[in-house]
């Protein structure tokens, strides 16, 4: 293999993180982190929460080897990142931190085009790309020639996280990257960010101690306990569900935000209509309206217009294009969900939900919309 193609490997490969055994001990015999087995999947948002000093950036800083592991092996897709040229390495992770990091004497376009100039872009390649980025995290152009200090704290964050962005890096490592601003700026902030996630996919870790935060935005959340262990890594439906310890029951308050749930009712939200076909429609048809709205799937109602079953993406795209959806295997929901249900029994029906979707009828057992894990977790907080 060439370098170049070596080079291009990394750039696409995929991006699973996983540490397998891994430790940290500092020179003067604090342990930050202890034996951490922990695969976080590509193109997901894994969050780290837990108390101050449990381990949550050391864990961080150990895949771009701003730390080295003391003991056992991280991977990133198939490659171990201690044989990786740390510098290259570093282009390809997006690193955002708490106080955006920006260099002060630089203006917002020139820290945005930083690792782009790394890496030899020229001159009209950097532009197009600071201006594409800007329009992506929601800057007014013309803040592109002004520097940091001229900016609000949530704004310096959305130049750091278009900094960032700029390579296109497959992975992204943020270290409590909301913190730092006031709440109402940290909830837009938050909202945008799960906008953002949603088009770009990357594999993004970040760190928080903000559990609220943490069951908003992660597709998935490491609970870390003192001692840098992993207390529970669940989805946020499955830490709330069936937490594994007292100590996630505490830090997550369950018992509080279960009682929460189950008082809403879930004509009480305004559901996602979702994504639907009849049971006559043809796979080819399906397929063109799941690929129009970039879903995993798609819900087939039948002739009284109620839920039949969830068609996923893999079952679609192995059917003939001719076939019809009724003659192919649909995958049934456990429990039906009526609008007068409230939302923790929904949270029970989402767990062994097909494609974590569940649709939901009215009285007379139409379909009326669904209801997924984004949607829940968003009444959380
Ligand atoms: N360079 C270092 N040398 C020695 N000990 C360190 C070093 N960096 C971190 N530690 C210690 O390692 C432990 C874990 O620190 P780390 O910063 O990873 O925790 P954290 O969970 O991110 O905490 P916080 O939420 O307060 O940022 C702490 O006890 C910390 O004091």
Redesign the pocket.
Known sequence: MTRRDATKEEEQGSSAIVFEGVS?R???G????EHLDLTLPAGELTV?V????????????MINRL?NPSEGRLMIGEQDVMRIDATRLRRRIGYVMQHSGLFPHHTIADNIATVPRLLGWNKKRRRERVDELIELVGLEPSLASRYPHQLSGGQQQRVGLARALAADPPILLM??PFAAVDPIVRHRLQQEFLDLQRRVQKTIVM?T?DIDEAMKLGDRVAI?EPG?AVAQFDTPSRLLAAPASDFVIDFIGADRELRRLALKRLDSLTLDSGLTAPFDEVVSRARSYLQQAGSGGIVVLDSDHAPLGWLGWEQLKRAGDATRLDALDLQPWRHRLYLHDNLRTALNALISAPGEVVPVVNDEGHYVGVIDRLQLTRQLV
Not at 30 to 33: C, E, I, L
Not at 50 to 61: A, D, E, N, V
């Open positions: 940290k500092y020179p003067d604090t342990v930050a982190v780290l837990g108390p101050s000093g449990c381990g949550k950036t050391t864990t961080l800083r730390e270290d409590e760190v101690h870390f840098g």
